[in-house]
């Protein structure tokens, strides 16, 4: 765990006293809360330190081993129980008591997410809460969002398995109840909170459950009419093309869009926007004809 | 609203350690919704998570009532903000 300077994090000075402390925290404490600060990870890491300091300089002990140990203050016991192992071994070990308290053993940090779930216990109240809630990100393809289907997932070493229905958005979080943290003293475990990023390589666009998606067309079949097949991300679609279509014409194909989330059988609508591509190296005599189709224009 | 999904307020504030006026108060103003039933009161498991918002902003950050109030309707904003914001940026896409 790298140092931290709590007298820094809450903005004060070695001489601060018991006073200083509860008030730097406090006001801290507003400013950063989880609670007031959603979806900020920034504001998240910056309450765990200001908590963390806290939880050091307000307790007169432990602000008394950090201030004499600096960063070593976690290991200040093994320091003290060799200095008496020292002394004890100097007066011949006339009796065998000495330490036998000894290291917490658990990272200070880990003693701060025990914590956090249930807010501090600066009050002295005894922590009952619910466990913590877990937050996490799962990236997923615009194709993989399509379908339901099952993905396993591994959050704080447990590995569980989630149904992700079709239909999700990019940004939506869905809630799988009972796997956060642990309850405290019996309380509920917290909830396991899942935000989706949705990427998207494909050609086609996505606004809720409607795509969007841009046809090339050559321009023979835009003038006389013919019919296309086209990708969608249920397969391969025909479409017949009427003859004079123009150019940025928009073609709407009903339930061909993206499945409604939680609504089986329901889908959005697909918006084709026709791109008629002019032929390019064109031979003498297509030249030609082109000059004759000319010469037919009013 | 189902007996399954309330949780007894008297349980509730015991556990925490708080007083019961205190939540009396936040449903005088409007900011928790809680049920009687056969004299005793309950709270929807649903406002569970809100509630204990509610206590650490009272017990553990000193804001009063008229400041959970004020960051109640403020977090509000934010929320729809975030979500128009998402929302936005899912539009965006299109013409990226």
């Known amino acids: 765990m790298n140092f931290i300077d709590y007298y820094k994090v809450l903005g004060l000075d070695k001489s601060a006293s018991a006073k200083d402390v509860r008030n730097a925290y406090r006001k801290l404490a507003r400013k950063y809360h989880p609670d007031l600060n959603p979806n900020n990870a920034d504001a998240k890491t910056n309450f765990q330190q200001i908590n963390e300091a806290n939880e050091v300089l307000s307790d007169p002990e432990k602000r008394k081993k950090y201030d004499q140990y600096g960063k070593d203050w976690q290991h200040a016991e093994e320091f003290e129980k060799q200095k008496q192992q020292q002394s004890q071994a100097q007066s011949a070990g006339s009796y065998g008591g000495g330490f036998s308290g000894g290291q917490r053993g658990s990272d200070f940090s880990d003693f701060f997410e025990s914590m956090f779930g249930g807010g501090g216990s600066n009050r002295g109240r005894q922590v009952k809460y619910r466990g913590e809630d877990y937050t996490t990100e799962m990236r997923l393809e615009l194709i993989d969002a399509y379908s339901t289907h099952k993905q396993t997932l591994t959050v704080n070493g447990k590995t569980i398995r989630i149904t992700i229905p079709a239909g999700v958005e990019n940004g939506q979080t869905i809630k799988i109840s009972g796997h956060g943290g642990p309850g405290i003293n019996g309380a509920p475990n917290g909830d396991l909170y899942i935000s989706f990023v949705i990427g998207n390589h494909s050609k086609i666009k996505r606004l809720g459950h409607n795509l969007f998606q841009t046809v090339d067309v050559d321009m023979y079949t835009a003038v006389l009419g013919g019919e296309i097949t086209i990708d969608t991300l249920d397969g391969k679609v025909k479409l017949k093309i009427k003859p004079e279509t123009q150019n940025g014409t928009k073609v709407n194909l009903k339930g061909k869009g993206f499945p409604v989330y939680k609504s089986e059988g329901q889908f959005g609508d697909l918006q084709l926007t026709f791109n008629i591509k002019i032929p390019t190296n064109l031979t003498e005599k297509q030249k030609a004809l082109f000059e004759e189709l000319r010469k037919t224009k009013d | ?96």
Not at chain 2, 35 to 43: D, P, R, S
């Open chain 2, 1 to 96: 609203m189902q007996i399954e999904s309330l949780i007894a307020l008297d349980e509730f504030c015991a556990k925490h350690e708080i007083e019961i006026s205190f939540v009396d108060s936040l449903q005088q103003n409007g900011l928790i919704e809680i049920t009687m039933i056969e004299n005793a009161w309950f709270i929807d498991s649903k406002q569970l998570l809100q509630l204990e918002k509610f206590v650490r902003f009272y017990y553990e950050l000193d804001i009063n009532l008229e400041g959970i109030e004020t960051i109640s309707h403020l977090l509000e904003r934010v929320n729809a903000l975030q979500d128009e914001l998402t929302m936005l940026k899912n539009r965006l896409g299109i013409y990226e």
